[in-house]
C-alpha cells in the first residue's frame, strides 16, 4: 500500500488539475468520495447506504475501488465495525474540499443559464445575527426559488478560514474584518441593553452609572464575544476593567444568559434581538446605562474576488433592498455615534 502523503499528494494534484486525467486508474471518482465521506462520518457501511440511497454492498465497492484508486486503506474492518486508517482520516477534508468544488463548478455553470441558483452558504458568528439571518434568507429564497441556503454557526475567529477554504460563501460577523482578502458591509446596527431581574433595584432606582455594576453578580459572554468587546469598551472610558467586575458565571450562549438574568443569578449585557421573549413575560427588565454608547455594526463578509458566484452576488446586493429594513435593526432611538469606531 502507499503512503498515506501520496494519497493526498494525489488528492490535492486533482484540486489543482481538476479537469486532467489521464487514464482510470487515476481518476478519482467524486461518487466514490461522498461514499467515502458518509462512511467515514457514521462509521457504517450500512447507515451510508441508506443516507445515499445506495445498496450496501454498492457501497463497499465504492470503498474498494476508492482504496486500489489510492493505494491505501482508508478503513480497518473488524468484522461490523469501522475504524478510519491514518489515511482515512487525513482524506476526509480533501474529499470534502473536492465535492464542494464540484457543486461550485455545477452552480456557476447553472448560474450563467438561470440567473441565481444553487447552494449559498452563510456562516454565523454573531448571536444577534441568528435572528435577523433567518429573515433575510427566506425572503431571499422567495425571491430566488431554486437557490439553497444553509446558515453555519462559526466562531470568530474561524471565519476568514471558513471563507477561504469555501466552506462558506458569506459570514456575518460582528468586528470588521482588516485581512486584505476580505471584503465587508455594514449590514445593521446591533443594540445592546443592560437587563436585569424584573425586581431588581435598578428597576427602582433613578439613574443607573457604570460603577454601580461593579458590585453586582455578572453574566458575561466568552472571550472574542462581540457583545463582550463592546461593553468592556465602553466600561475602559470610566476606568473599569474585566478584572474589576464581579463575574459570576461565563456563558457562550446568549439565550443561556437571559434565561440565568430572569432566574435572577445576575444581570447581563445582551443585544436587544435576544431578551424579547423574556421581556414579553416581564421576567426581566431594560436599563439604561448612563454615559455608555452600547452599540456595535455587524458586517456581512466575503472573500474579495473579481468573479464571485451569481448567487453569492445576489444575496450581497439584495441585503440592501429598502424593503428589508423592517427586520434590519437601526438604534433610532440613540442620538448619533461614530460608526467608523
Same mark, same amino acid.
Given at each position: ?16 488539475? /481538476? ?26 457501511? !450500512?447507515?451510508?447506504?441508506? %443516507?445515499?440511497?445506495?445498496? %450496501? /454492498? ?12 489510492? *493505494? ?20 476526509? +477534508? ?27 452558504r452563510i456562516a454565523c458568528s454573531t448571536a444577534s445575527g441568528k435572528y435577523v439571518l433567518p429573515h433575510l434568507a427566506a425572503r431571499f429564497r422567495r425571491q430566488f426559488p431554486e437557490v439553497q441556503i444553509s446558515i453555519l454557526p462559526c466562531a470568530a475567529a474561524q471565519m476568514v478560514t471558513k471563507l477561504l477554504e469555501n466552506e462558506a460563501h458569506l459570514g456575518l460577523i460582528s468586528s470588521e474584518m482588516v485581512d486584505e482578502s476580505m471584503e465587508s458591509q455594514t449590514l445593521y446596527v446591533d443594540t445592546i441593553q443592560l437587563l436585569v431581574p424584573a425586581d431588581h433595584p435598578f428597576t427602582r432606582q433613578e439613574k443607573v452609572y457604570p460603577a454601580d455594576i461593579i458590585s453586582e453578580n455578572i ?44 432566574? *435572577?443569578? *445576575?444581570?447581563?449585557? &445582551? !443585544? ?24 456595535? =455594526?455587524?458586517?456581512? &463578509? ?5 468573479? +464571485?458566484? =451569481? ?10 433592498? +429598502? ?5 434590519? /435593526?437601526?438604534?433610532?432611538?440613540? /442620538? +448619533? ?5
Open positions: 500500500m502507499a503512503n498515506p502523503l501520496y494519497t493526498i499528494s494525489k488528492i490535492s494534484n486533482s484540486l489543482d488539475n /481538476p479537469g486532467l486525467v489521464k487514464d482510470n486508474q487515476s481518476m478519482i471518482d467524486l461518487t466514490r468520495l461522498k461514499a467515502f465521506i458518509f462512511s467515514a462520518e457514521t462509521l457504517s457501511f !450500512s447507515e451510508a447506504s441508506k %443516507q445515499l440511497h445506495l445498496t %450496501q /454492498p454498492t457501497i463497499s465497492h465504492h470503498i474498494k475501488t476508492l482504496e486500489q484508486t489510492l *493505494g491505501v486503506d482508508l478503513f480497518i474492518r473488524n468484522g461490523n465495525q469501522l475504524e478510519l486508517t491514518e489515511a482515512g482520516r487525513m482524506l476526509i +477534508p480533501w474529499a470534502r474540499k473536492l465535492i464542494r468544488q464540484s457543486n461550485e463548478i455545477k452552480d456557476l455553470m447553472g448560474s450563467i443559464q438561470q440567473g441565481a441558483v444553487g447552494h449559498l453574566i458575561s459572554r466568552e472571550p472574542g464575544s462581540g457583545t463582550r468587546k463592546v461593553v468592556l469598551s465602553e466600561l475602559a472610558k470610566h476606568d473599569i476593567s474585566y478584572d474589576d467586575l464581579n463575574i459570576f458565571l461565563q456563558l457562550g450562549n446568549a439565550e443561556g444568559i437571559v434565561q440565568m438574568v430572569a432566574a *435572577g443569578y *445576575g444581570i447581563a449585557f &445582551v !443585544s436587544e434581538l435576544i431578551a424579547n421573549e423574556a421581556l414579553a413575560a416581564h421576567k426581566v427588565t431594560v436599563v439604561k446605562v448612563e454615559e455608555m454608547t452600547l452599540l456595535r =455594526r455587524v458586517f456581512l &463578509v466575503r472573500k474579495a474576488i473579481q468573479n +464571485p458566484l =451569481r448567487v453569492t452576488e445576489a444575496f450581497w446586493t439584495f441585503v440592501n433592498d +429598502p424593503t428589508n429594513a423592517d427586520i434590519l /435593526p437601526t438604534p433610532f432611538h440613540h /442620538p +448619533p455615534f461614530d460608526l467608523s469606531i
